[in-house]
């Protein structure tokens, strides 16, 4: 099994940046075979996509963080990354990294194989 670990959330003033890590581990996973996506949810409110990044480094973005999050991979350390700027209060989730073996962001949440559990991300205004 994998495991996925988040980390890098906090409380942050809008318009600031917060850089989010996520490390892979695991005896049968192979990080490089694996694309991997940002998820984030606000209380109340259905899991959404954020961005993606493929096997070999294409990427996608959902509209509302294109142009202000940046995803990017180091497969020598098994990890993504999800920079993050010019936060907006309605920024504020929890934050998940996942892995998923076809990049397609069309694919729903429930298409991934693995999931972290997750860290916070609060904007203040």
């Known amino acids: 099994q994998a495991q996925l670990v988040e980390s890098g959330g906090g409380l942050v003033q809008a318009g600031g940046s917060l850089r989010l890590s996520c490390a892979a581990s695991g005896r049968a996973f192979v990080f490089s075979n694996y694309a991997m996506g940002w998820f984030r949810q606000a209380p109340g409110k259905e899991r959404e996509f954020v961005a993606a990044i493929s096997r070999i480094d294409s990427t996608a973005y959902a509209d509302s963080a294109k142009g202000r999050f940046t995803i990017s991979r180091n497969n020598a350390v098994n990890t993504v990354y999800l920079q993050m700027s010019r936060l907006k209060p309605e920024d504020t989730a929890v934050y998940y990294c996942?892995?998923?073996?076809?990049?397609?962001?069309?694919?729903?949440?429930?298409?991934?194989?693995?999931w972290g559990q997750g860290t916070q991300v609060t904007v203040s205004s």
């Open positions: 996942a892995a998923d073996p076809i990049f397609n962001p069309k694919r729903p949440a429930s298409a991934y194989d693995y």
